[in-house]
């Protein structure tokens, strides 16, 4: 009775914990997500926007296809540094320059 006991109650944590990981979404799948969130956000560059924009993404970015995931961290961490109170300027120089590589891989697998 014992044995029967603990297999089953290990088949329910493994039931349990499949249930609970995230599956990764298609490249369409995660282009069509992120471009929701951009049409719907509010326009500007501001720390609120940039809060906003990371807020939304970063579910995104958790399941995001292994092609969208580079591009959508680099997105990250120039809305992170963007939002600080007093970003690092140099941080934020080299950051934009990958937020816009990143903004062109974006552009040519979602297009």
Avoid: H, W
């Avoid at 296809?65 to 961290?73: A, F, G, I």
């Avoid at 963007?82 to 970003?87: M, T």
């Amino acid at each position: 009775m014992k044995k029967l006991t603990t297999v089953l109650l290990a088949a329910g944590l493994l039931v349990s914990a499949s249930a609970c990981s995230a599956t990764k979404l298609t490249t369409a799948e995660t282009c069509d997500r992120v471009k929701n969130v951009v049409s719907s956000s509010t326009s500007g560059s501001d720390k609120y926007a940039m809060t906003r924009l990371g807020n939304q993404i970063r579910p995104i970015e958790a399941v995001s296809s292994d092609e969208l995931q580079p591009v959508l961290q680099a997105i990250l961490d120039f809305t992170d540094e963007s939002a600080k109170d007093s970003p690092d300027a140099a941080k934020l120089k080299d950051l934009q320059a990958e937020y816009q590589k990143a903004g062109t891989k974006f552009g040519q697998l979602c297009s």
